[in-house]
């Protein structure tokens, strides 16, 4: 199939990834991550491949069986004011939707944008609806940005629009249930009592 193999040249190309890469998740009831402050649950058939730095987190999950991906960014430093966000969304998300826009442009179509709403973890989240065809099949890249806990959470649902609805459930049980705690810091360890006193 030519389409799905240019959704998935595409797909490669945003999240620097690909379905052979994943890790899969270890048996059936391993449907939480948790790591760093980071959690949501995620259904079991589903994998990831984590590509976390200092800067960020961030998680790309999809099935062998399905085109559909789901990607889970999340910005290490605290978002602590107006003006901090204003700035983490324009060097951040206005650039990776700019970027998404012109993957979409670079593979032949003609990608129309509009702007989107839903929920991240009980947060109203904006978002934008990237909407494409690419050799006659439809689909789209929704991206939706919130504050959680002042860490910038930035989620997109990608793929053709079958693979999309089909996946739906899954993209509703990640962004609800995901949550961001701080890191509790590690307790230092008690002095040694074998060093005699002066």
């Not at 439809?138 to 990608?158: D, H, K, N, P, S």
Request: proline residues 8%.
């Amino acid at each position: 199939m030519k389409s799905s193999h240019n959704f998935f040249q595409l797909l490669a190309f945003l999240f620097v990834c690909s379905l052979t890469a994943f890790a899969q998740t270890p048996g059936n009831d391993a449907k939480q991550f948790r790591k760093d402050g980071l959690s949501f649950n995620y259904p079991t058939g589903w994998a990831f491949n984590d590509t976390s730095n200092a800067d960020a987190q961030q998680l790309t999950l999809g099935r062998p069986d399905s085109e559909a991906q789901i990607t889970v960014f999340v910005f290490r430093t605290p978002v602590t004011s107006p003006e901090k966000m204003a700035e983490a969304k324009r060097i951040l998300v206005d650039t990776y939707v700019a970027s998404t826009a012109k993957s979409f442009e670079q593979m032949g179509a003609h990608p129309e944008s509009s702007p989107a709403t839903t929920e991240i973890a009980a947060v109203k989240s904006d978002g934008v609806k990237i909407r494409a065809i690419l050799d006659g099949v439809a689909g789209a890249a929704e991206i939706y940005w919130a504050l959680v806990e002042q860490r910038l959470v930035v989620l997109t649902f990608f793929g053709p629009d079958k693979a999309l609805t089909k996946a739906m459930p899954s993209w509703d049980t990640i962004r609800t249930s995901l949550a961001v705690e701080e890191p509790k810091p590690q307790p230092k360890p008690s002095p040694k009592a074998n060093s005699k006193p002066h």
